[in-house]
């Protein structure tokens, strides 16, 4: 079966494949049918990623971006902090404003999808210094997170095996290997293991929650049906840093600074886009399914989890200072208590391959990121080379070297200064969403401008400009009063001003805003206006592109990919 392949690079030439007899000839596109498996293009151009990403690696990719450690382990400090109450709230305001960016994005995606991902969009509609400042601020993101993930893996090994039996350093190697060779050897091999491991990730959460709500129905060993006692006493709402309802209201905002921080990631879809089969169709799909997900696996996780762990419980302040994964999650918290055993030691294993999963799709991100900014000229042209699997080696080899910051975690004098680096780097999350709310309102202008009707868009954001605006006004204050502890804090409790974690928490801010003055400043940029925006290069050839592909699956008699036997039996149904 021939397999769509079509330039994620702006461009009319393709390079010719080297075997002429098994190349088929669709205007200017060509691809190659030999020596290649089912969903894995072959040679295009040597600066061209290959469209191996199908309808369900897409979908799962986007809620395995959703769903990690931070819901799983990340919960349990909220939870701790401010009570049930606060920390339902906050996750549901946090997951609507999640919801927007990811209809913003979806929107420009699915308008023109590039390999160049977010911040060619903010350097074709906004201006070059915003793709500048955007893609290097996300590629530096996961060049630190990725490291963090390998470092977290081998935390969770700890559990069974201690760090003075094997040195932590080996997991971490272990672990570094095995991604990396993952993601050389193609997207089509990495869009097969993000897949089963986001599909194995959904079924976990599932899990969670109907063990979450049959213990809160008296379910569980010890039969105590908690419902929503733990609400009345000790109370829905928790005192942080001060009391009465000041100390409840800051007990609010930190879990909702805490829920920010769980959803980030969930806008790595975007960065699928240059690899997606069909991206008109699988990138739509998987936005506006971004909703129901964030619903029912963030929203009703913490609902119930509220019901079965009170925020005062010993053993969850336990879990919070633990080191190891499965003692530090406020669900294991909840499968102690009600007199559960045995499943801890699954739960440390699921989680293991959270983190797994989190590391590999972190590289691929990190790799993908240098390439678009290579690729829209804004980093050395080699990075957007690809090999013949339509990999970018270069690319994926300079990102991979700098999971070798996590071996400074083995060293106990240089981990403070590794976990320095990661509270610098979260800001960075934020940025992103702020940046891509700003490319959606200036494309949204553009359009406007130049008479482009909605109609004529493959995929609209429900709630349109008026949604993005009021989504970057609250992404602004979040990013603003993330670290609001280091102003608002008792001198008894917290000592005196906290100026390394004002400094770490802040530092993003200026050094984003920095890159974007020094680009404008030494390239001499200007912003696009929008009756001159470049709604068009690339479209005419994404859409011809797009009807080869359709018509090549109508000729071989295949409809819609939707995977094998178990996925459509056990998984499809999910979403």
């Known amino acids: 079966m021939a397999i769509w392949n079509r330039h994620s690079v702006s461009s009319d030439d393709v390079s010719p494949s080297p075997d002429p007899e098994n190349v088929h000839h669709y205007g200017k596109n060509e691809y190659s049918t030999a020596e290649y498996p089912e969903g894995s293009p072959p040679l295009a151009k040597q600066e061209d990623l290959h469209r191996g990403l199908k309808a369900r690696h897409i979908t799962m990719i986007a809620i395995g971006g959703a769903i990690g450690t931070g819901l799983i382990i990340g919960t349990g400090s909220a939870l701790a902090k401010a009570g049930p109450g606060s920390i339902l709230i906050a996750y549901a305001l946090v997951g609507f404003l999640v919801w927007i960016v990811m209809c913003a994005l979806g929107e420009m995606a699915a308008w023109i999808p590039s390999g160049k991902n977010f911040a060619g969009y903010a350097s074709r509609y906004v201006d070059p210094a915003l793709g500048f400042a955007l893609g290097y601020t996300y590629w530096f993101k996961y060049i630190i997170v990725t490291p963090n993930q390998l470092t977290a893996a081998a935390l969770v090994i700890q559990y069974w095996v201690k760090a003075e039996k094997v040195n932590p350093g080996v997991f971490i190697a272990v672990?570094?290997?095995?991604?990396?060779?993952?993601?050389?050897?193609?997207?089509?091999?990495?869009?097969?293991?993000?897949?089963?491991?986001?599909?194995?990730?959904?079924?976990?959460?599932?899990?969670?929650?109907i063990l979450s709500l049959v213990l809160a129905l008296g379910g569980g060993p010890n039969h105590d049906r908690t419902g929503f006692r733990y609400w009345r006493d000790p109370g829905a709402f928790k005192p942080y840093i001060m009391e009465g309802a000041t100390g409840k209201f800051l007990g609010f905002w930190s879990s909702m600074i805490t829920a920010v921080f769980a959803y980030l990631g969930t806008e790595l879809v975007g960065v699928t886009v240059g690899e997606a089969q069909n991206p008109r169709k699988s990138i739509p799909r998987a936005i506006k399914l971004t909703f129901y997900r964030i619903l029912i696996f963030y929203v009703l996780s913490v609902f119930l989890l509220g019901m079965i762990v009170p925020y005062d419980s010993p053993e969850l302040v336990f879990a919070n200072s633990a080191s190891t994964a499965a003692s530090a999650s406020p669900f294991v918290v909840a499968i102690e208590l009600a007199g559960i055993k045995i499943l801890p030691q699954i739960m440390n294993a699921c989680i293991l391959l959270f983190v797994f999963s989190a590391s590999n799709s972190d590289l691929y991100i990190a790799s993908r990121t240098i390439y678009g900014l290579a690729a829209d000229g804004k980093a050395p042209a080699f990075l957007a080379k690809t090999d013949r699997r339509g990999v970018p080696v270069y690319a994926l080899g300079l990102s991979s070297l700098f999971c070798l910051l996590a071996f400074m975690n083995v060293a106990k004098d240089s981990k403070q200064v590794f976990l320095y680096f990661v509270n610098l780097v979260t800001i960075f999350g934020l940025l992103t969403w702020i940046s891509i709310l700003v490319t959606h309102i200036y494309f949204i202008r553009a359009r406007v401008a130049q008479n482009v009707p909605t109609t004529s868009l493959p995929y609209v954001a429900p709630l349109g400009i008026y949604g993005s605006y009021g989504a970057l006004a609250f992404c602004i204050l979040i990013a603003l009063t993330k670290n609001f502890n280091v102003f608002v804090h008792d001198p008894k409790t917290y000592g005196d001003f906290d100026y390394k974690n004002f400094i770490t928490g802040y530092l993003g801010i200026p050094l984003y805003l920095i890159m974007i003055v020094g680009w404008k400043w030494w390239k001499k940029t200007e912003g696009v206006r929008p009756e001159t925006a470049d709604l068009w290069t690339g479209k005419a050839e994404i859409d011809r592109a797009e009807e080869e592909f359709l018509a090549e699956k109508q000729r071989n008699g295949r409809g819609d990919d939707e995977g094998s036997w178990f996925y459509r039996t056990f998984v499809a149904w999910l979403f």
């Open 175 to 209: 672990f570094l290997v095995v991604i990396i060779a993952i993601n050389y050897f193609g997207v089509h091999v990495f869009g097969e293991f993000e897949f089963w491991l986001s599909s194995f990730k959904v079924i976990v959460i599932c899990g969670l929650i």
